[in-house]
């Protein structure tokens, strides 16, 4: 394993300097896009590229305002063992008659663009190309980092306990109820170690079948399996440990603590190593509203989720995980997505919001060196303003066609059909989302709305569907690279 990670260390060098030699003629950004499942990756990627690629307008990213990009092009996609982000399928996807959401990340994929600019002023100036990788990957993953320093008996008696939480208790019941009928010290019989697996992960999907659910539990993989799907190394599950035990070789709890061991050095390190230890910089999209509407315990779930995925970025010199790899990121930004679920008066609240969420992970990412900020932003606005009255009141509301079968009010939906909502606003000072005496007095009461219709300009021309702040997001990524 040492000389493995030598050998790793050795070879992720190479390829730096190598990228750095090339870099000379060609600078590159290698950046990363992740998030729980549903937070928005798939539509933040799409509409990244579509923006650049289309030549959207884009005031806040500099060089787009100041005229200085010429060309955004798609060129091919350079890792030949990572799968091509679907830009095409999801575009079309949103664009087409029947407006639909692109299928969301699943697995690791990559894209590639150049964007040809001029450089603004001093001794390069004159025309230059960035090229832009561009991973998009589940943040489960990241959680995966939680499980280096852990043993198979920590981690078990840290799930055990999560599951037994009283508000965790009605979706953990079925395999809390598999886990008593388990013989740790029993016969390390496969087809017990898959039945308690399978019970495992079925708790683990439950967790996230509630829309607004955030699982903290690792593996990463039991959520988002990728390729590995049904693979040893995702075969196994926490025991009822007693406190003390060591788990021995010949017994149920031994073999499931090889395969712990196994899933770390087969799925957790490669990924780290091979893909994490590459990127340059990272947007983490975190769908803020979605937990602040489902109330102060699931806040208190992705405030976990956001601190166990963010040691990642951490990661100082001489400690354990630096051995596995060591993180070249200079620039990370928290994004809260789906701004346009709120009026625009609450866009900086919930910028706010955001980075309170994650304050403490910013601190350290901070300490480590690299640029840390939260925003608040819709790589698609599929609503618009309005103000509706309700008894004396004038409320700042939202209105957009909700998706078919949503319910506001208790009247249900047909997809096609216009509503007027007023959301709810956040709170002035973000501490407040945390207050139990106050839980639900924050909800944030949006459907899920359609994509929006676009429809062509004077010349007929298309363009890319409207967002809110999508610019300042690029302009924080990308802006002091293409000045
Ligand atoms: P992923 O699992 O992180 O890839 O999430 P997706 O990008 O697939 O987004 C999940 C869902 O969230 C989409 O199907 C949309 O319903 C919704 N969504 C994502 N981004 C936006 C946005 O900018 N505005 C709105 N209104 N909805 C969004």
Redesign the pocket.
Known sequence: MASGSYLDEARNAALAFGDSLLGLAKPRLRIGVT?L????????TTALIQNLVEGARLPVLKAAAEGRISRVRLVPQPDPEVPRFPYEAHRAALAGPDRR??E??RRISELRIEIDYERAAGWFKGPATLTLDIVDYPGEWLLDLALIGQDYAAWSAQAVADARKAHRLGVAGAWLADLALRDPEGAPDELAAEAASDSFKAYLAALRADPEAVAVTPPGRFLMPGDLEGSPALTFAPLDLAPGTVPRAGTLAGLMSERFEAYKRVVVGPFFREHFARLDRQIV?VDALAALDAGPEALADLETALGQALTAFSVGRNSLLSSLFSPRIDRVLFAA??A??VHHTSHDRLARVMAHLVQRAMAKAQGAGATVEAMAF??????REVRIREGRDDLPAIAGVPEAGEVVDGEVFDGRSEAAIFPGELPERPEAIFDHAQAGHWQIRAP??RPPLVKPDAGGRMAPPPHIRLDRVLEFLIGDRLA
Do not use: M, N, Q
Request: aromatic share 12%; net charge positive.
């Open positions: 998030g499942s549903r937070s928005g990756k798939t539509v933040f959401w692109p969301s990340t999209l997505t789906k346009d679920h819709a790589a698609i606005r599929a609503t899920r709305f």
